[in-house]
């Protein structure tokens, strides 16, 4: 009897899709990061539910006419080697034929991170990258610690920061005008939750 530290589920690099898509469920959340088989922190806090939750609930009532308002999880398949698992996925009405039953394939309009403890690096370097990369206009990082959203736009191959909301500061986007809201609205819901 072979046991799976025996059998590799993945023999070459660069992992692919269909790689990724085949392996069997091992209770584990994976990334595909360039081909890059990698194994995801552990299961969000219950207050990075809670932000995520409220900020979906926002975005969908807002702006369920003009946008399909996803939440992970969900294969954003921006190649055949670079799966992601975006907090919040927002993809306008007019392209709804990337949503497929294998996930979003293709470029969003926006996504949005929601930071942890062990995600910082992840989501503010490598993905800010990533994204970029694959052109997707507006990247959000909402930061739970200090209470804050911070907006990027892309400009050329990159991302520029284009400003960060705190607190009362109401939140806007040229790209999204349905959405209109407050830091200190998300952060309320989860008040008084660990993490």
Request: glycine content about 4%.
């Amino acid at each position: 009897m072979s046991s799976r530290k025996d059998k590799p589920i993945i023999k070459e690099q660069p992992a692919t899709y269909e790689d990724y898509a085949n392996m069997p469920d091992d209770g584990s959340r994976y990334e595909l990061a360039d081909g890059v088989l990698e194994l995801m922190t552990p299961a969000p806090t219950p207050k990075h539910q809670v932000i995520s939750s409220q900020l979906l609930n926002i975005l969908m009532n807002s702006c369920q006419n003009q946008y399909i308002v996803i939440a992970s999880p969900i294969d954003l398949i921006l190649s055949s080697t670079e799966i992601r698992q975006p907090d919040i996925v927002m993809v306008h009405r007019s392209k709804i034929a990337i949503i497929t039953t294998r996930g979003i394939e293709g470029t969003p309009d926006l996504v949005v991170e929601i930071l942890s403890t062990n995600s910082v690096k992840r989501d503010k370097q490598n993905k800010l990258i990533v994204y970029a990369k694959h052109h997707i206009p507006e990247y959000w990082i909402v930061d739970p610690a200090n209470e804050c959203l911070e907006q990027y736009t892309l400009t050329g191959d990159k991302y520029e920061l284009l400003t960060i909301f705190e607190k009362e500061e109401t939140i806007q986007s040229d790209r999204l005008p349905c959405a209109s809201f407050t830091m200190k609205h998300i952060i309320a819901a989860a008040e008084g939750l660990p993490g």
